[in-house]
């Protein structure tokens, strides 16, 4: 979890790199099931995949020590020994974040197992908070999947805006996400970028930046989901990353923490659903995923030992949730479905390379 800001990376991608660093959608990319012209024909390359990562949200039991319980959210009421009806045709992969080591599951082990497919835990002997240490920046800057994918030469981006003062102040900690994007060459995506939709603010609204004195405007969260959609169709993979969660659930006052929730997730359902409406599910393929469970269970400010909610929606929905059991297999499962393995074919979703 990074407190600071949110990133803007753009780019990258050998052996044919875009000829600007703001690189245009690719055509179709974009849903206009609404419109009455006919579909164009079904793209000869891979899906492109975007990211959700949502810190701190796992799969809890439903009961008075769980915020999420009667919330009625389509993405996050999701409980223990029950099958959630997902809309878009979304698929569940329960996941497991102890990565076979004691002790409670961590952000920096956790998100570093989700951006390299490495067990993070087991390669430092421990689950590890915060940010990440040496060893598993040295991991992040060898094995994450932006890494992987500039290999086969494709387009990654990270989603999220920074501003230039967290940027030239080099901060001592920094979340893992920063650590992946930046040792990958990746752009940082400015508030430039957020005021002309091509960037998202990590708590989407835009209210974190403002209540900061930064003259950017306040965003609905259809907007947002719009605007992050529209980015992602124009790479093979995008990131992006909301950590608000994690931050609730860790407040020390318990009343306070379980009153946001309650405010928060709403919000959170609205932004996720207007991706979704925003995304063409044919062409484009949307995971959602956390690192550790926290914010289901309002009895504990710490982390719990719960799995947390891989959701897959679109042509590589079946992949994805097959493939994924662990958090060390959402960058593996990414990258197969971005090689065509397991994407569904035309009639009902993207055609994968080479088809």
Same mark, same amino acid.
């Given at each position: 979890?990074?407190?600071?800001?949110?990133?803007?990376?753009?780019?990258?991608?050998?052996?044919?790199?875009?000829?600007?660093?703001?690189?245009?959608?690719?055509?179709?990319?974009?849903?206009?099931?609404?419109?009455?012209?006919?579909?164009?024909?079904?793209?000869?390359?891979?899906?492109?995949?975007?990211?959700?990562?949502?810190?701190?949200?796992?799969?809890? !039991?439903?009961?008075?020590?769980?915020?999420?319980?009667?919330?009625?959210?389509?993405?996050?009421?999701?409980?223990?020994? #029950?099958?959630?009806?997902?809309?878009? !045709?979304?698929?569940?992969?329960?996941?497991?974040?102890?990565?076979?080591?004691?002790?409670?599951?961590?952000? +920096?082990?956790?998100?570093?197992?989700?951006?390299?497919?490495?067990?993070?835990?087991?390669?430092?002997?421990?689950?590890?908070?915060?940010?990440?240490?040496?060893?598993? =920046?040295?991991?992040?800057?060898?094995?994450?999947?932006? &890494? =992987?994918?500039?290999?086969?030469?494709?387009?990654?981006?990270?989603?999220?805006?920074?501003?230039?003062?967290?940027?030239?102040?080099?901060?001592?900690?920094?979340?893992?996400?920063?650590?992946?994007?930046?040792?990958?060459?990746?752009?940082?995506?400015?508030?430039?970028?957020?005021? +002309?939709?091509?960037?998202?603010?990590?708590?989407?609204?835009?209210?974190?930046?403002?209540?900061?004195?930064?003259?950017? =405007?306040?965003?609905?969260? @259809?907007?947002?989901?719009?605007?992050?959609?529209?980015?992602?169709?124009?790479?093979?993979?995008?990131?992006?990353?909301? $950590?608000?969660?994690?931050?609730?659930?860790?407040?020390?006052?318990?009343?306070?923490?379980? &009153?946001?929730?309650? #405010?928060?997730?709403?919000?959170?359902?609205?932004?996720?659903?207007?991706?979704? @409406?925003?995304?063409?599910?044919?062409?484009?393929?949307?995971?959602?995923?956390?690192?550790?469970?926290?914010? @289901?269970?309002?009895?504990?400010?710490?982390?719990?030992?719960?799995?947390?909610?891989?959701? +897959? $929606?679109?042509?590589?929905?079946?992949?994805?949730?097959?493939?994924?059991?662990?958090?060390?297999?959402?960058?593996?499962?990414?990258?197969?479905?971005?090689?065509? =393995?397991?994407? @569904?074919?035309?009639?009902?979703?993207?055609?994968?390379?080479?088809?």
């Amino acid at each position: 979890m990074d407190n600071s800001l949110e990133l803007d990376s753009e780019t990258v991608a050998s052996p044919s790199p875009r000829p600007s660093s703001e690189s245009p959608p690719r055509s179709g990319a974009l849903s206009s099931s609404r419109s009455s012209a006919p579909s164009p024909p079904l793209p000869l390359y891979p899906s492109s995949v975007l990211l959700i990562f949502i810190d701190g949200v796992g799969i809890g !039991k439903r009961g008075e020590q769980n915020p999420l319980d009667g919330l009625d959210s389509d993405f996050f009421s999701i409980f223990q020994g #029950e099958q959630p009806r997902l809309p878009f !045709k979304g698929r569940l992969a329960a996941t497991d974040t102890r990565l076979g080591i004691e002790g409670l599951p961590q952000s +920096a082990t956790g998100q570093t197992a989700i951006l390299t497919g490495v067990n993070a835990a087991k390669l430092i002997g421990r689950h590890l908070h915060g940010y990440p240490s040496p060893r598993l =920046k040295q991991a992040l800057a060898e094995h994450s999947i932006y &890494k =992987k994918l500039i290999a086969e030469g494709r387009s990654v981006t990270f989603a999220n805006a920074y501003t230039t003062n967290y940027l030239e102040s080099r901060p001592r900690f920094v979340s893992c996400t920063t650590v992946a994007a930046k040792t990958a060459g990746l752009r940082f995506r400015l508030l430039e970028d957020l005021a +002309a939709g091509r960037a998202v603010s990590h708590d989407f609204t835009n209210r974190f930046l403002i209540e900061r004195g930064f003259q950017v =405007k306040e965003c609905e969260p @259809e907007q947002a989901g719009g605007n992050l959609a529209r980015l992602a169709a124009g790479h093979d993979f995008t990131l992006y990353e909301h $950590f608000i969660t994690d931050r609730i659930g860790h407040l020390r006052d318990r009343e306070l923490s379980w &009153k946001l929730t309650r #405010e928060h997730i709403p919000s959170l359902t609205r932004f996720i659903r207007a991706v979704l @409406e925003a995304a063409d599910l044919d062409r484009q393929t949307v995971v959602i995923t956390s690192d550790h469970g926290n914010i @289901e269970d309002a009895s504990t400010r710490g982390h719990t030992m719960n799995p947390v909610a891989t959701l +897959a $929606f679109g042509c590589a929905s079946a992949l994805i949730a097959a493939r994924v059991r662990s958090l060390t297999d959402v960058t593996p499962s990414i990258v197969e479905a971005l090689a065509g =393995k397991g994407v @569904e074919t035309p009639g009902s979703a993207c055609t994968p390379s080479g088809s």
